[in-house]
């Protein structure tokens, strides 16, 4: 059964450890995360983007195959459905469809019009018992067409939102989306820390969690981060791994083009990354 975020990032941020958002993009992406989660005994998030979820033929097939899954692999631990960077018009679809928790990301409208946006969603999930992330300042790079260039988020702005009833804030810390690029100057952990002075226990979220240095991750957790989102790293594994399987012919052995094989090596590696990822985060047996 699917579940609110809110519970399990109130945990992860009493206890110094965050909860992994590892995106999914059809089946195989979806079975290899749950894996690893059930696994490891840690709670997960699921999240979509709205052009994952246009791929994946709209979000009640996305809902239907999740909700499939935890009970067919017997899943134990929490499971969140949690919609990523997503437009007003894309987070009512989500709660119509029965996603557990929505982000709206309204961090390229004035503040005067995000905080209006958020406050009419985030009444809407406390009615229905979803989990509500709202984001202040961009994220770099491109998600789903929204271009940001990696701006440091006001906090006075972040305290606004908070206020609003939301259940987690992602904040522009200079993390971005993708690769990073060589020149890039690094996280602002000293906007990270005005964040969570003025926000408290709000739990904080960091997107772009490919190619963060791992202690940078760790500073950030110590920071008030409980959510941290990861997906370029996920694809990069499985492209590696397919890459792998027919440069070395494989898929011309045994039937070895039969998609249940030719997928394999790459859903297999993004468990092991899923893990990895999960250890660093600490949330390993948080679940149990």
Same mark, same amino acid.
Not at 25 to 35: F, M, P, R, V
């Given at each position: 059964?699917?579940?609110?975020?809110?519970?399990?990032?109130?945990?992860?941020?009493?206890?110094?450890?965050?909860?992994?958002?590892?995106?999914?993009?059809?089946?195989?992406?979806?079975?290899?995360?749950?894996?690893?989660?059930?696994?490891?005994? /840690?709670? %997960? !998030?699921?999240? $979509?983007?709205?052009?994952?979820?246009?791929?994946?033929?709209?979000?009640?097939?996305? $809902?239907?195959?999740?909700?499939?899954?935890?009970?067919?692999?017997?899943?134990?631990?929490?499971?969140?459905?949690?919609?990523?960077?997503?437009?007003?018009?894309?987070?009512?679809?989500?709660?119509?469809?029965?996603? /557990?928790?929505?982000?709206?990301?309204?961090?390229?409208?004035? !503040?005067?019009?995000?905080?209006?946006?958020?406050?009419?969603?985030? @009444?809407?999930?406390?009615?229905?018992?979803?989990?509500?992330?709202?984001?202040?300042?961009?994220?770099?790079?491109?998600?789903?067409?929204? %271009?940001?260039?990696?701006?440091?988020?006001?906090?006075?702005?972040?305290?606004?939102?908070?206020?609003?009833?939301?259940?987690?804030?992602?904040?522009?810390?200079?993390?971005?989306?993708?690769?990073?690029?060589?020149?890039?100057?690094?996280?602002?952990?000293?906007?990270?820390?005005?964040?969570?002075?003025?926000?408290?226990?709000?739990?904080? %979220?960091?997107?772009?969690?490919?190619?963060?240095?791992?202690?940078? !991750?760790?500073?950030? !957790?110590?920071?008030?981060? @409980?959510?941290?989102?990861?997906?370029?790293?996920?694809?990069?594994?499985?492209?590696?791994?397919?890459?792998?399987?027919?440069? @070395?012919?494989?898929?011309?052995?045994?039937?070895?083009?039969?998609?249940?094989?030719?997928?394999?090596?790459?859903?297999?590696?993004?468990?092991?990354? $899923?893990?990895?990822?999960?250890?660093?985060?600490? /949330?390993?047996?948080?679940?149990?």
């Amino acid at each position: 059964m699917l579940v609110s975020a809110a519970e399990m990032l109130k945990k992860a941020k009493a206890g110094h450890y965050a909860v992994g958002q590892f995106n999914i993009n059809n089946l195989e992406w979806t079975k290899a995360i749950l894996t690893a989660a059930e696994e490891t005994k /840690s709670p %997960v !998030i699921l999240g $979509v983007s709205e052009g994952a979820g246009k791929y994946m033929a709209g979000y009640k097939t996305v $809902v239907g195959m999740v909700n499939g899954m935890l009970e067919e692999m017997k899943i134990t631990v929490p499971v969140a459905l949690h919609l990523d960077h997503g437009t007003y018009e894309g987070c009512q679809k989500c709660i119509e469809a029965g996603f /557990s928790s929505i982000m709206f990301d309204g961090s390229h409208y004035p !503040i005067e019009e995000n905080v209006a946006k958020t406050k009419e969603l985030a @009444a809407i999930c406390k009615e229905k018992g979803m989990s509500l992330e709202a984001e202040v300042g961009s994220i770099g790079g491109e998600e789903d067409g929204v %271009v940001g260039a990696g701006e440091c988020a006001d906090p006075n702005e972040c305290k606004m939102i908070a206020d609003l009833g939301v259940d987690m804030l992602a904040a522009g810390i200079g993390n971005i989306h993708g690769v990073y690029p060589e020149n890039w100057q690094g996280l602002s952990f000293e906007t990270l820390d005005a964040i969570q002075a003025l926000t408290g226990d709000m739990p904080l %979220v960091l997107h772009g969690g490919t190619g963060i240095p791992d202690d940078m !991750i760790k500073k950030a !957790i110590s920071l008030g981060v @409980a959510k941290i989102n990861v997906n370029t790293e996920c694809q990069l594994v499985f492209a590696e791994a397919t890459r792998k399987y027919i440069e @070395a012919g494989k898929d011309k052995e045994k039937k070895g083009f039969d998609p249940r094989k030719l997928l394999k090596p790459g859903a297999e590696a993004i468990v092991e990354k $899923v893990k990895e990822k999960m250890e660093l985060f600490g /949330s390993v047996g948080k679940a149990e």
